[in-house]
């Protein structure tokens, strides 16, 4: 098991920034990709990003040259660094990893971007 806990939303007018983290416990040993994803009200959810164990990242297009994913090993933690955020990135975001190949989200943490 993998319990994952977020960190770091908030309220944001536009064009500021935020940081999001997600800190994983229990078995974590096996875990492969960490990462993002967000659903705003009434649409699905979506991907927002993605860092492999190796460290290669996967950035959904809406996001590109305004966020960044990052991670340390160590703990294991993955980061989310926004930035120019705007008001259709507000969403509730939910931290992701996957161990072997069984799926593990967050409760989610709400970022609204005011405009």
């Known amino acids: 098991q993998v319990q994952l806990v977020e960190s770091g939303g908030g309220l944001v007018q536009a064009g500021g920034s935020l940081r999001l983290s997600c800190a994983a416990s229990?078995?974590?040993?096996?875990?492969?990709?960490m990462g993002w994803y967000r659903q705003a009200p009434g649409k699905q959810r979506e991907l927002v990003a993605i860092?492999?164990?190796?460290?290669?990242?996967n950035l959904a297009d809406s996001v590109k040259g305004r966020y960044t994913i990052s991670r340390d090993k160590a703990k294991p933690t993955v980061y989310l660094q926004m930035n120019s955020l705007k008001a259709e990135d507000t969403a509730v975001y939910y931290c992701y990893a996957r161990y072997v190949s069984t799926a593990y989200w967050g409760r989610g943490t709400q970022v609204t971007v005011s405009s």
């Open positions: 229990g078995t974590i040993f096996g875990i492969n990709d």
């Open positions: 860092i492999t164990r190796g460290g290669t990242t």
